[in-house]
C-alpha cells in the first residue's frame, strides 16, 4: 500500500511542478537586503506601544486626556451681523507633565485682513474673470473677519500675557499647571460674522434680499483650547482653512441673547424651553416627543413668513447646557420653519430635528428629519447607542458642516418648488454624512487637522451603509426604477478612476489633508471605499462589524490615532490585514488583476516525455503514474486520452479501493477536464483574487483566493483546476468588487472592449 500511496503523490507531484514551474522560473529575487514585500509587517510605520497606547490598540493603563470647561454669555447684533462674547475656560490638566503654558485656538482669524491663507495658493492672471470675482480680488479691502480680542484675564480679573500667532494664541500662566491642576482664565472678543454664500466659509449667514433677513449658522465663533496629548503634546499645526479641528472635551454653559423673534437651537440640553417657547410651540413639542413616524412643525411656515415682514427690537435669552461635548454650534434666525420627531435608540428616545428657511420646501419638510433619524439608527447599529438626547439638521446654502447635535445641509428646490433627483438624493447624502459625523469626530475623537481620513473616510464608509438602509427602509424617497439608493462614493467600481488616474496628482491616505491631491477623492472616496472592500470583499461582514464596533466602543469619547484603529481592526477579528493598510494607506498603488494565460490538459496512463523523465529521476516505474498532457503541445496526439482513467490506470484504481470505503468511493467523481489559469498582476495593491468560473452547461462557481496567494511572487501566480465539466469562461472579479482600474483583462476567453468611438456612434445609429 505505501508503494501505491508514493506511485499516486507521483502524479500530484508531476502535475503540481508543471504547473508552478513558470512560477518559479518568473520569481524575481529581493534587492539587496531591503524587504519590499507586500505581506510585510507595519513596525517600521507604526510607533511602538506604550503604557498610554496598547498595542491591541486600546486606550493604554495610562491613557489620559485633557478637559476644557466653558462658560459663555453671547450676544448676536442682526443689524450688524456681529458676535460679540465672553468667555470663561476652565482647564483640567489630567496628563503627567507640568504645562507652563496654555494654547487657545483663533480660527475666525483665518479670515483677518492679515491672514496668510490666502498667500499659501498658487494663482495668475487668468484670460478672464467675473465681475465679482474681479470686484472681490482687485478692488475691495476684503472682509474685516478674525477675532478681535479685548482682553485676556486670570479669575481674578488680573491681565494675563498672551501672544496671537495667526489662528494660535498663547497664554501664560502665572504658575505652572502641575499634573491634576485647574486653572480659569476668561477672554472678551467679538468679530464681524461673514457671509458664507458668497464669501464661503464653514459658518455665516446668509442674506435675503427680499425681506432684509439673515440666517445664521454659527461655529468656529468662540476662542478653543487646542488638545494636548501623549501624541504630539500640544497641537500645532495652524488652520489654514481646509483641515478641520483637534479639541478637548468638556462641559458648556451657553447664553445666547438673540432678537426675541429668532428661532434657536443649538449643541446641548434647552434649559428654558418654557421662556422662550410660546404655548403653541410647547404643545407641539410636547406632540413631538411621541411621534415616531411623522416629524411634527413646532414652528410652521405660515408663522415664519408672518415673521419675516418685521423685526423685533426686543431680545431674548436661549441658554444652553452640554455635557462631555467636544464643540459647540448654533443656528438662528426668524426665517427657520422647525420640525422635531422622536427616534427610538436603544432604551432611549433621541429627538430628530430640523431647521429650514421656506427655500427649503417641500424637500426639506418631507424628508431632512426622516433622514436625521434613519442615520441615528443606522450609525447607532454600527458603532454604539447615539448617546446625546437630539441631533439636528439646518439647512443653509451651499453648506455641509457639522457640530456635536447639530450641522447644517445644502440641498435646495427651485423657486416653484421642483428638484431633480440630483437634488433631493444630495440633500438625503450630505444630511446622513453631516449627522453621521456626530459619531466620527465628535465622539470618537480623532484629530481631523493630521488625519483627515480619520473622521471623513470613517463616517463615508458608513455613510454608504447608512444610505442602503435609507433606501430600505423608505423606498417611496427612491426613483421609478431605482431599487437601491444610489450613493456616489462606497461602491468599489466608482474609485476606479481616480486610482488609476495620474500618479504626479494622488497622495497616499495617509497624507496630512491640507497637502492632498484631490481632496474629496483623497481623504472621502479612497478611505471610504477601502472600508467597503475590506467589510464585504476581505473580511466578511460579521467579521468586520464586530472589529468595527470594538473600535467605535474603546475610543468613544477618547482620542485616536490611525494605529489605533489599524491595530483594534486586527485585535477584534484575528486578521493580519498589514498588506492591506500598506497599500490602500500609505501607497498610491492601485488594483488591476487578469487572466494571462490558460492552458487546458487532459489526463492519461501512458507515460509521456515530461512524466517519463520525472518517474526515471527518481527510479520509479512509468507504469504506476498518472500523466498530464496539454491539448495542442507536442505530446497531445491521438490515442493519449483516457476518457476513464480509473479502468486505464490499475495502480490508480487500486489505490482508490484500498485508501477509500465504500460510501466514499460512491461519491467520488474522476474529473474530466484540468486546467492551469495563470492570473497576473500588473497593479502595485495586493488583493484577493475573486474568479468565477462558468461551465458549458451554463453552470457556474465563484472561487475567491486570499489575498496571501501573492505573498511569494507579487506579479503572477497559476492554479491547477480539475472539474468534471468544461470550462468555457473565466471572470475576474465578476461583481467589480476590488477597485480594479482596469477590466479588459479580466476574462478568458478576452472580451473585445468597445472603444469610445464606437460607443458613441453606434449610439448614434440607434
Not at 422622536?342 to 432611549?348: T, Y
Not at 469626530?441 to 487637522?449: A, F, G, L
Not at 481616480?498 to 489633508?513: E, F, L, R, S, V
Not at 462589524?545 to 485585535?571: L, Q, V
Request: hydrophobic share 35%.
Amino acid at each position: 500500500m505505501n508503494n501505491l500511496k508514493y506511485y499516486f503523490l507521483l502524479a500530484l507531484f508531476v502535475t503540481a511542478g508543471a504547473f508552478a514551474q513558470q512560477n518559479q522560473e518568473k520569481r524575481e529575487p529581493q534587492q539587496g537586503h531591503t524587504n519590499e514585500n507586500k505581506f510585510k509587517q507595519l513596525y517600521e510605520e507604526f510607533s511602538t506601544p506604550n503604557r498610554y497606547r496598547a498595542a491591541s490598540g486600546a486606550p493604554g493603563s495610562a491613557y489620559y486626556q485633557q478637559q476644557a470647561d466653558y462658560k459663555m454669555d453671547l450676544e448676536l447684533d442682526d443689524e450688524k451681523a456681529r458676535l460679540s462674547g465672553y468667555e470663561t475656560i476652565t482647564y483640567t490638566n489630567n496628563s503627567p507633565d507640568v504645562l507652563k503654558y496654555l494654547w487657545v485656538q483663533l480660527d475666525q482669524n483665518v479670515r483677518a485682513r492679515d491672514s496668510k491663507s490666502p498667500l499659501i495658493e498658487g494663482s495668475g492672471v487668468r484670460p478672464a474673470a467675473q465681475v465679482s470675482s474681479f470686484a472681490n480680488d482687485y478692488m475691495s479691502e476684503g472682509f474685516d473677519g478674525g477675532f478681535k480680542i479685548e482682553a485676556v484675564k486670570d479669575e481674578n480679573g488680573n491681565p494675563l500675557q498672551h501672544m496671537i500667532n495667526r489662528t494660535m494664541m498663547r497664554v501664560e500662566m502665572p504658575k505652572p499647571l502641575a499634573a491634576g491642576g485647574q486653572f480659569s482664565f476668561s477672554i472678551k472678543w467679538w468679530y464681524n460674522i461673514n457671509d458664507h454664500v458668497n464669501g464661503r466659509g464653514r459658518s455665516g449667514y446668509e442674506y435675503f434680499a427680499e425681506d432684509d433677513n439673515r440666517a445664521y449658522v454659527i461655529a468656529q465663533f468662540y476662542p478653543r483650547m487646542a488638545v494636548y496629548n501623549d501624541v504630539e503634546g500640544w497641537q500645532n499645526s495652524q488652520f489654514w482653512g481646509r483641515d478641520e479641528f483637534a479639541l478637548p472635551f468638556g462641559n458648556f454653559e451657553v447664553n445666547i441673547t438673540v432678537p426675541a423673534d429668532h428661532i434657536l437651537d443649538g449643541t446641548g440640553k434647552l434649559m428654558n424651553r418654557k421662556e422662550v417657547f410660546s404655548k403653541d410651540m410647547m404643545k407641539r413639542y410636547e406632540e413631538a416627543k411621541k411621534s415616531y413616524d411623522k416629524p411634527v412643525v413646532i414652528v410652521t411656515q405660515a408663522e415664519v413668513e408672518k415673521l419675516e415682514k418685521s423685526k423685533s427690537k426686543d431680545k431674548k435669552t436661549w441658554k444652553l447646557y452640554a455635557e462631555n461635548v467636544r464643540d459647540f454650534g448654533f443656528a438662528t434666525s426668524r426665517r427657520f420653519i422647525w420640525d422635531m420627531m422622536a427616534v427610538k435608540i436603544g432604551d432611549k428616545d433621541v429627538m430628530a430635528v430640523s431647521m429650514y428657511p421656506k427655500e427649503g420646501n417641500p424637500l426639506w419638510e418631507q424628508w431632512s428629519t426622516k433622514a436625521v433619524a434613519s442615520t441615528l439608527k443606522s450609525y447607532s447599529r454600527m458603532t454604539f447607542d447615539y448617546p446625546y438626547h437630539k441631533a439636528i439638521s439646518v439647512h443653509a446654502k451651499n453648506q455641509g458642516m457639522e457640530y456635536p447635535m447639530i450641522c447644517w445641509n445644502y440641498g435646495r428646490p427651485d423657486k416653484d418648488g421642483k428638484y431633480s433627483d440630483r437634488v433631493k438624493f444630495g440633500m438625503m447624502s450630505v444630511i446622513i454624512h453631516e449627522v453621521g459625523h456626530n459619531f466620527f469626530p465628535m465622539i470618537v475623537n480623532s484629530d481631523e487637522r493630521q488625519w483627515t481620513w480619520m473622521d471623513e473616510g470613517l463616517n463615508t464608509f458608513v455613510q454608504y451603509v447608512a444610505e442602503q438602509d435609507f433606501g430600505k427602509w423608505y423606498p417611496d424617497a427612491l426613483s421609478p426604477g431605482q431599487s437601491t439608493y444610489p450613493s456616489r462614493r462606497g461602491p468599489a467600481a466608482n474609485i476606479t478612476r481616480y486610482m488609476g488616474g495620474d500618479q504626479n496628482y494622488i497622495a497616499p491616505i495617509m497624507t496630512k489633508g491640507l497637502n492632498t491631491y484631490q481632496f474629496g477623492n483623497n481623504a472621502y472616496g479612497k478611505p471610504g471605499t477601502a472600508l467597503n472592500i475590506l467589510r464585504e470583499t476581505v473580511m466578511g461582514e460579521e467579521l468586520f462589524d464586530y472589529a468595527f464596533r470594538e473600535y467605535s466602543n474603546r475610543w468613544m469619547f477618547k482620542h485616536p490615532t490611525p494605529e489605533d484603529f489599524f491595530r483594534t481592526m486586527e485585535d477584534a477579528s484575528a486578521m493580519d490585514l498589514d498588506w492591506f493598510w500598506r497599500g490602500w494607506f500609505y501607497t498610491t498603488d492601485y488594483v488591476d488583476i487578469g487572466v494571462k494565460e490558460v492552458k487546458k490538459y487532459y489526463v492519461t496512463a501512458t507515460p509521456n516525455k515530461e512524466g517519463t523523465a520525472m518517474a526515471n529521476r527518481f527510479g520509479m516505474d512509468t507504469k504506476d503514474g498518472v500523466y498530464f498532457v496539454e491539448e495542442g503541445s507536442e505530446e497531445d496526439k491521438p490515442g493519449m486520452k483516457d476518457e476513464d482513467i480509473m479502468e486505464k490506470s490499475k495502480t490508480l484504481k487500486q489505490y482508490v479501493m484500498d485508501n477509500f470505503t465504500p460510501a466514499e468511493r460512491a461519491t467520488m467523481k474522476a474529473p474530466k477536464y484540468f486546467y492551469s489559469v495563470s492570473f497576473e498582476k500588473p497593479g502595485g495593491l495586493v488583493m484577493p483574487i475573486i474568479v468565477e468560473y462558468t461551465y458549458k452547461d451554463g453552470t457556474s462557481k465563484t472561487e475567491t483566493y486570499p489575498a496571501q496567494i501573492w505573498r511569494l511572487n507579487d506579479k503572477e501566480v497559476s492554479k491547477s483546476i480539475a472539474s468534471d465539466k468544461e470550462i468555457v469562461k473565466i471572470t475576474v472579479d465578476p461583481n467589480l468588487e476590488t477597485a480594479d482600474v482596469d477590466t479588459s483583462n479580466n476574462s478568458w476567453p478576452q472580451e473585445t472592449q468597445e472603444s469610445d468611438f464606437d460607443k458613441f456612434k453606434n449610439k448614434t445609429k440607434d
